[in-house]
């Protein structure tokens, strides 16, 4: 079977979601056409949810260019509105996403200060707001009125897990949009397919990421990620007491082991990062790094320490977390071969050490640490300090095993 070439090609198992999407598109087409159609599938504000990796930020996306397409069946992927949309350059589809914690109070106000524009080119001016559940409350109040009064041709587009993440004030006002996490087989066909992964190694990828597409992907491409993986179920197996638990909790938060394997103090400072990132910017404008900087530019160059901060510490977040989903399906495992199911293991690769320990482990001290790796991930979401959340994480794995 040939690929989909059209925009919704790389949403996989969205049917529901593709169709309404494009019935949307569809009407919107009538409107810019001053068509008498019936147009009521089309709204000017969307609330797009569904699971992480379930692929919303891309179902946005898909949809901006269905609008902005010139093709007769909107969403063609091949026209220069779909290709501008997904190179991120067309200029009536502005996207706010974020590495730090909080969304920019100022980039929503100046997108609601655009949305009362006419469109530069297009048919209608879109904005999209990626992770909407990490706006604060008087940024989401900026943002309701715009949804309240919206500009004539503008949609907006928020994205995030669940419903109940924005205010219901907003919610009443959007249509929602939901997508559901596709099929480990789904995900596997679409890295064959589009990315051109062996399928065995793609059937492992899909498997090892539980069907998000985005860690599926750079598991299959991405030496990095597949080291992370790696490395966590490595640390994992070594704990065979209390006393390790202590040990291996330091190594998953040295951020430079887990993210490059290597051992050791390489941390760089603040100072240097700031700085690395200023030299960065400067050859992007073709400027001689230890050179002067001209004062027009400087505002450009110039980077802020405390959002360099603030996105290292939203990096090593992600990071733990990472990797507690990958701790949390090593117990899945164990937990499925303790009941003797046929469902297939998430970590092939380990499964030795998997069986052995389903051997060792009874079924109920296997989901008690289950819900201790679940604690620990929402304890580090309230800003635990990461290296006692896993200590105690791995000490609760180590408690009701004798292993040795
Ligand atoms: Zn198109």
Request: hydrophobic fraction near 45%.
């Given at each position: 079977m040939v690929a989909d070439s059209s925009v919704f090609g790389d949403l996989v198992g969205q049917k529901a979601a593709v169709d309404e999407i494009r019935r949307a598109a569809q009407a919107a087409g009538r409107i810019i056409r001053?068509?008498?159609?019936?147009?009521?599938?089309?709204?000017?504000?969307?609330?797009?949810?569904?699971?992480?990796?379930?692929?919303?930020?891309?179902a946005a996306r898909a949809f901006a260019a269905a609008l902005q397409c010139s093709a007769e069946i909107p969403g063609c992927g091949q026209c220069r509105e779909c290709k501008a949309v997904f190179a991120g350059s067309h200029p009536d589809v502005k996207i706010v996403s974020t590495d730090l914690v909080t969304i920019c109070a100022t980039e929503v106000r100046e997108f609601v200060a655009q949305s009362y524009l006419a469109p530069a080119c297009g048919n209608w001016r879109v904005f999209i707001i990626e992770d909407a559940d990490r706006m604060?409350?008087?940024?989401?109040?900026?943002?309701?009125?715009?949804?309240?009064?919206?500009?004539p041709r503008t949609v907006w587009i928020l994205c995030t897990a669940a419903v109940a993440d924005v205010l219901p004030t907003i919610r009443s006002r959007c249509r929602n949009i939901n997508l559901v996490t596709p099929s480990v087989g789904e995900v596997a066909k679409l890295l064959t397919e589009r990315d051109g992964t062996d399928p065995q190694t793609a059937a492992v990828c899909a498997q090892a990421a539980q069907s998000h597409i985005g860690v599926a992907r750079a598991l299959a491409t991405d030496a990095q990620a597949s080291g992370i993986r790696k490395r966590t179920l490595e640390i994992l197996v070594s704990v065979r007491g209390i006393g390790d638990a202590v040990i291996a909790a330091e190594a998953l938060t040295n951020t430079d082991y887990m993210m490059y394997g290597k051992k050791g103090k390489t941390k760089t400072s603040l100072a240097e990062k700031v700085s690395a990132e200023k030299t960065?910017?400067?050859?992007?404008?073709?400027?001689?790094?230890?050179?002067?900087?001209?004062?027009?530019?400087?505002?450009?160059?110039?980077?802020?320490?405390?959002?360099?901060?603030?996105?290292?510490?939203?990096?090593?977040?992600?990071?733990?977390?990472?990797?507690?989903?990958?701790?949390?399906?090593?117990?899945?495992?164990?937990?499925?071969?303790?009941?003797?199911?046929?469902?297939?293991?998430?970590?092939?690769?380990?499964?030795q050490s998997i069986r052995r320990r389903a051997e060792n482990t009874q079924i109920g001290?296997?989901?008690k640490i289950l819900d201790e790796l679940e604690?620990?991930?929402?304890?580090?979401?309230?800003?635990?300090?990461?290296?006692?959340?896993?200590?105690?994480?791995?000490?609760?794995?180590t408690a009701d095993v004798n292993l040795f």
């Amino acid at each position: 079977m040939v690929a989909d070439s059209s925009v919704f090609g790389d949403l996989v198992g969205q049917k529901a979601a593709v169709d309404e999407i494009r019935r949307a598109a569809q009407a919107a087409g009538r409107i810019i056409r001053n068509d008498t159609g019936n147009t009521s599938a089309m709204t000017h504000a969307w609330l797009f949810t569904g699971p992480p990796g379930s692929g919303r930020s891309l179902a946005a996306r898909a949809f901006a260019a269905a609008l902005q397409c010139s093709a007769e069946i909107p969403g063609c992927g091949q026209c220069r509105e779909c290709k501008a949309v997904f190179a991120g350059s067309h200029p009536d589809v502005k996207i706010v996403s974020t590495d730090l914690v909080t969304i920019c109070a100022t980039e929503v106000r100046e997108f609601v200060a655009q949305s009362y524009l006419a469109p530069a080119c297009g048919n209608w001016r879109v904005f999209i707001i990626e992770d909407a559940d990490r706006m604060l409350r008087r940024t989401t109040n900026v943002l309701l009125k715009a949804i309240e009064e919206p500009g004539p041709r503008t949609v907006w587009i928020l994205c995030t897990a669940a419903v109940a993440d924005v205010l219901p004030t907003i919610r009443s006002r959007c249509r929602n949009i939901n997508l559901v996490t596709p099929s480990v087989g789904e995900v596997a066909k679409l890295l064959t397919e589009r990315d051109g992964t062996d399928p065995q190694t793609a059937a492992v990828c899909a498997q090892a990421a539980q069907s998000h597409i985005g860690v599926a992907r750079a598991l299959a491409t991405d030496a990095q990620a597949s080291g992370i993986r790696k490395r966590t179920l490595e640390i994992l197996v070594s704990v065979r007491g209390i006393g390790d638990a202590v040990i291996a909790a330091e190594a998953l938060t040295n951020t430079d082991y887990m993210m490059y394997g290597k051992k050791g103090k390489t941390k760089t400072s603040l100072a240097e990062k700031v700085s690395a990132e200023k030299t960065k910017k400067m050859e992007a404008l073709g400027l001689d790094a230890a050179g002067k900087i001209p004062a027009a530019l400087r505002n450009q160059i110039n980077v802020d320490s405390a959002l360099v901060k603030r996105r290292e510490t939203r990096a090593k977040r992600d990071l733990y977390d990472r990797e507690l989903i990958y701790l949390e399906s090593y117990f899945r495992d164990v937990l499925v071969c303790r009941l003797g199911s046929s469902v297939q293991l998430i970590n092939p690769d380990f499964e030795q050490s998997i069986r052995r320990r389903a051997e060792n482990t009874q079924i109920g001290a296997a989901i008690k640490i289950l819900d201790e790796l679940e604690q620990a991930r929402a304890r580090l979401a309230q800003n635990g300090a990461p290296a006692t959340v896993f200590a105690a994480a791995l000490g609760a794995v180590t408690a009701d095993v004798n292993l040795f």
